[in-house]
Structure formats: structure tokens, C-alpha cells
């Protein structure tokens, strides 16, 4: 799930698989949930993005495409 001040996105389920990793969060939660969600409601924004410690979130593949 997406939260900023302005907006809340809607959930992302995913079916049961043995854990997260870095290309499972990329494809399934940034592609689909995140970027969808800047697009929408923040596409004019600056925008921060706060990762907790999961480390699927710290994944090259993910950090590359939050980069960009």
C-alpha cells in the first residue's frame, strides 16, 4: 500500500510464495502498485520514498528502478 498526505492507494495481494525478493517486490509492488500510484496522483510531485528494512526493498534491480 501507497500513503502520502494527499492520497491512499489501493492494496496490492499476492499470492502465497515462499518470501519476497528483490525481483518479486520490483515487478509486483513497484511496477504495479508504486509507479501506478505516483502516476496518478502525484505525477507533478517531488517525490520521497522511505524504505523500511525488508530487504527485498534494498534489491539492485529494485534500487535501479526507483532510481530511474
Do not use: T
Not at 36 to 56: M, P, Q, T
Amino acid at each position: 500500500i501507497c500513503v502520502s498526505e494527499d492520497a491512499v492507494s489501493k492494496p496490492i495481494f499476492l499470492e502465497r510464495q515462499n518470501s519476497m525478493n528483490g525481483l518479486l517486490y520490483k515487478n509486483s509492488c513497484i511496477k504495479k502498485g508504486l509507479v501506478k500510484f505516483v502516476e496518478e496522483d502525484h505525477r507533478n510531485d517531488n517525490i520521497a520514498f522511505w524504505l523500511d528494512l525488508a530487504s527485498a526493498h534494498y534489491a539492485s534491480s529494485a534500487i535501479k528502478l526507483l532510481e530511474s
